[in-house]
């Protein structure tokens, strides 16, 4: 696997449990980024005890219309300061006090919230006005409401707070870590940049102290997600469900589909990438001069690998602004706006939280991105990917409900994944033009080795909450089967503990139960605009903007149609697409 891997692009809202120093130039100001809320569970109350009472008086349509606007700012102010406090946390997690402001919102503010807000959603399902208010919010508002009402139970509060507190453990942790490569002491990120560089012997040496400090720390974070998936077999128990499975769909708010047609689209990866991937492995081990690709030259491909600093962190926002001025104004004067209100967290550094993510701060309006940039090549593809997920935060900001801002995960992808792509002909911004040509051609080589890799991460999910009561050991043993079955032409010989465990550094995993999937789903849409921008530029981005505007307004499949995509669960889809990728990676 290539080392653009997704990283979680979490919304850290109201409704989501929640990858190096920041340059000077852009470095955020925290006092720019704070509402002054001073939040006490007594505020919070007393605030809900008032929308419960005004409940009770609601003679007509407009007065319900005006109840839920106002039920609606109160929860973007929590969303919002919910974000604000897990941002601070997230740039250095050691600060005591910004851990402590962001426990309060994890367990107290919030679960008080989580309790109030379900009275509140069963009562406005069942308001004898629900037809107006479906046509003035729109009814896919409604139909959430529902799937949260299904996949709420006040006995789940206090299980949902515990899994919180294992999650932000398990932040920490991944977040303080430190390997030494040849002497020096490197934060995970900057370690695995070291992936791609030029020297066989330091990329294996990289790879080995990643791998060795994820075995030296295995029993820790096993017994992390050992409590996690009792806490949510548990949950699922309480709303007399087998296992977490439907529990989890439902969290995700799935509303088109189901575990039965996301296996059947793991079977299409198997049938039309998988096939692909393994004479790429092939053509790579020929590349090399070796007979079979080892795990530390999984990311290396010579003659198209780009040495780990070719860029600089401190020039990368100039350049990305130059970039998206090019793509579109309008999101060039997002960006603009981004950098000017220091909405823009680049940098990795030591006990930043690990991984990449977008947010937004509801009650301000406002979106921001937190990226662990280390000069590597694989900065553009995290600045793009964030700024995907940021352009539409901003673009549907004009959407009242905070619930419809933000469309499901896999729609949010695309955001993300398709201005990746649309960005590809104005490399030339970051990189020389023969760099910026190696670069597009790694894009492609991403993109075959996404969806076999995505596709392991939700399968073994799958295992795992089929088999909630499964030891460690088995665990490892079922991630290695399943890597294998996906991931073919890596020669761990030798070194099978490191692929057993390679599982646990997928932050994924712990967060955010079955948000995997959605990086393959989305990138059959993303590779769907990718050709209509080789055939037409400048429709393609009328499209990408068209998807950004409609938010979460849509379900998935409905953005899918709105953007004239093909549905990734309709057979055939992959076929088509791989068939270009095998053609313009000379794969026979």
Known sequence: MHSKLPTLCLLTGMFVSSGLGITPAFALDSSKVTTGSDLTVDSVQR?????????????????????????????????GENSRRSFRENRNTVDPAAEEKSKFMREKALPLAEGYDAKIREAVLRSPFRKELEGHFGRLLFLNFEVEQSAFIPE????????????????KMTGAAKVLVEGKELTLPRANALLEDPSEALRKAAWLAISKWTIDHSEELNQNYSKLVSLRQRIAGNLHEKNFIPVGYRKMQRTDYGPAEVKRFRQEIKKNVVPLLRKLRKQQASMLGAKTVKPWNANYYPGLSLPPNVLSVKTETEKAQKLFDKLHPVLGNHFRRMVK?????????????SGAYSTSFDDEKKALIFCNNTGGANDVGTITHEMGHAFQAWESMWIEPIELRWPTYEACEVHSMGMEYLSLPLLEEFFKKEEAAKYRRLKLIDSLTLFPYVATVDEFQHW??????KSPAEREAAWSRIWDEYNVGLDFTGYERAKSTRWMRQGHIYRVPFYYIDYA????????LFARDKKDHAGALASYLKLCRIG???SVLGIF????????????????????????????
């Open 521 to 528: 789903i989305a990138e059959t849409g993303a590779l769907q």
């Open 341 to 353: 209100e220091n909405l823009i967290d680049l940098e990795n550094r030591p006990n930043k939280r």
């Open 561 to 588: 149609r709105a953007g004239e995509l093909k549905s990734p669960f309709e057979e055939g889809v992959l076929a088509p697409l791989m068939k270009t990728l095998a053609k313009d990676l000379g794969l026979k």
């Open 552 to 554: 979460g307004s849509q």
């Open 156 to 171: 789940n509060i206090e299980l949902n707070t515990e899994a919180a507190k294992l999650v932000a453990r398990y932040n």
């Open 464 to 469: 795992v909450y089929e088999h909630p009561k």
């Open 47 to 79: 605030h809900y005890d008032e929308l419960l009472q005004e409940l009770k008086k609601l003679p007509d349509a407009a007065s319900w219309i005006a109840f839920l606007s106002r039920w609606n700012s109160f929860k973007a102010t929590l969303s």
